[in-house]
DNA sequence: GAGTAAGGTAAGGGTAATCTTACTCC
DNA sequence: CGGAGTAAGATTACCCTTACCTTACT
């Protein structure tokens, strides 16, 4: 897949044929090397073994620009063990078909006895930008014209980790423990070759990578904000030593670009706060005037900034861009204000340009004829909010977090009976009342991606996306509530996205994952697979006081080849509720069986071996997240909240959930409700429901029942058949409990005001 | 001494996050 | 009137690129 461009004389290339694949917590995969395949490209006599290093290769030739960049860490299990392991990131889109066809067909050990000399990455292109110093116009030109591209922009997670990692290998390779020895100790001479070394791998330019470098290891940087007293050195030696921004630094134990950077804040004629009118008008004149545009016209490039703060007088330069950029060029040029309906347009444009990486997005082009958008800048900033809805959004993909939060959008659109603003005074949340302090939790299995034809491994097994969000019923949901999205690579063969929710942890447990939220909430769900799954809430002290868990809709998932759910592989699924005090016995206080046909994937299979020319989806996720993210495009928004609902609650004082306490006086501690804002029909044992949507509710004193109430299946709500679409899809499922949800939607859009009151 | 690679500095545009302020609602 | 909550505006620490300079090596 990609091999490495400077093969010397003494570098041998072998191919072996099977590795085992297995993955790690990060999703990484790991390819452990048998050391007898790596005794058999071990041809050299030497005393010393010589190092070996994996290289993906689709075939014979050499890369071209189209070849998907895949990192590759070799770690040797160790000294004396000839096998190695190997970490694996896709860092570049991969065509799926390349992948599903066997394109990777090979993978080759190179030894070399200097290997570090050659690469320190193993497989990595080598980028002539990364090998490039460049920083003058010519030489950036001539890489242009070569028809070299390179990453510009924030550095991403994975190119860090590749950083951090070459320069660990750089570090193990030769004996030293700290890096900055190297950076700030060490002559030119003495760390020849580290900066070309640990740039292998990424795409940016060698300068790029050495300021990076020297950021990441000067621990004068990230002090944090400015005390007053350093505000009053770093001007007394401002006067004293000028520009000499190292000078200043080291007197004050800051780096240099942060004392620079500082300096460009303090003006002494600089005023703070409310602008006035004056002085927005001189940034108007002078903007134009620095410019030669006329009032009026849209000015959001081009702009000296320290050249209009000159001739401003009263701000810095800072403040006169943001200023402008954010609000005098708008209200200039006449624009409009700003609403709800831009920023779902705003989603729903980001969405249709189907970029994977936010970087790649054009915001000029995105601003452009938009009248209440400020600026390209201020747009930007804008996403930002909207992005920051979603608690980590920093850490899922950008369909993902965009096939999220257009879900979100796209629900509040079509039900604005339930925003926020409504929820805030109860109608948004009909089944609860609003004054007694419920909070709702919802878990919502999202979408799974699936290597078709593999069969999950244990570990593998439970891949269920779900989307968990905190609503309180209180006057303040948003206060609460917290959502985040989560993505599993769980075991080698399987992919797949999950939205908004919380993080899933490993247990240590096979088959069992903590879900914990990123918020002091203390949602702890345990997950169980085989062969009965089980979602278990512990109710921590802050727990909420309902959980609900959405299955997903059929066509949703059966639309796509990954149709694996926990409904689909599991011949029930049990829902419980737990106490605080003791989560590990957990005690059933409902039970929501469902049976399905589907068998497609068996939780229980062993963990299968790849064969090299197998690989999986993990590698290739981002592939996974363009389809996923145009699956998506094509599902209706409301199939996402079909399927089945477990709510438990302790207290549901509502008139309506009184109602249909009284109506099921034969379920003491169990009522079936409507969902919110939904009528209810409720559904006897056994009966079949033709809702989209199942609603448990069970009552407890304590928000969830006690551990000791030791709850066995006779407390276990009765059985009835559950209407979840997805079941139907694939026959009749035999289900626990029913209960007709009449608008799939108004839930949906319950969901959408849970994730976007979460941040 | 010229050429070149590597390292370094300063300037300034930009981002991401926090802090502050103004406003609204009760 | 005052407190709470919220959104918008202001601020700032840090990031990144660009242009140009310096140093060391061949």
Redo the contacts with the bound molecule.
Sequence with gaps: MSTVEEESDTVTVETVNSVTLTQDTDGNLILHCPQNEADEVDSEDSTEPPHKRLCLSEDDQSLDDNTPCISVVAVPISENDQSFEVTMTATTEVAEDEINEGTVTQIQILQNEQLDEISPMGNEEVSAVS???F???ED?DSLTNKGHKW?????SKEEIDILMSNIERYLKARGIKDATEIIFEM???E??????TIAWGLN?????V???V??MYDDR??????TPEEIEKLKELRIKHG????TIGAALG?S???V???C??MKDTC?????TEKEEKRLAEVVHELTSTEPGDIVT?G?????VAERVGT?S???C???W???LNWKQSGGTE?TKEDEINLILRIAELEVSD?NDIN?DLLAEGWSSVRSP?WL??KW??IK?QIANH?DVSFPVLIKGLKQLHENQKNNPGHQ?SEN??GSGLPNTNSSSGVQHVQIRVARLEENAGNAPSPMAALQIPVQITHVSSTD?P??TVDSETITLNSGTLQTFEILPSFHLQPTGTPGTYLLQTSSSQGLPLTLTTSPTMTLTAAAAPASPEQIIVHALSPEHLLNTSDNVTVQCHTPSVIIRTVAAEDISSSVTQAELTVDSDIQSADLTDPPDTLETNTFPDDIHQSKLRDEEQSAYNEDDASELMDGVMVRTTEEISDASLKQEEDSHSDLPSTYVTEDLGSPTIEEQVDQPTIDDETVLIVPSSHGFIQTTDDIDSESVLPLTTLTDPILQHHGDGSHIIGSSLGSPDSEDSKDVEDLVSCH
């Design positions: 090998q490039a110093w920083t003058t116009k950036k990453k510009q922009g924030m550095w002559s030119k001479d760390r020849k070759d580290f900066y070309r940016r330019p060698l300068f790029a050495y300021r990076r020297l950021r940087n990230h002090v944090g904000k400015y520009n000499d921004w190292a800051r240099a670009s942060s620079k950077d500082r460009r804040l005023n703070t706060g409310k602008w490039q702009v000296s900034w320290a050249a701000r330069e800072k403040q861009r943001s200023k950029l954010n609000y700003w936010e915001w800048q930007r900033s930002w909010t920051r920093k926020l805030k005074s303040s948003a206060a």
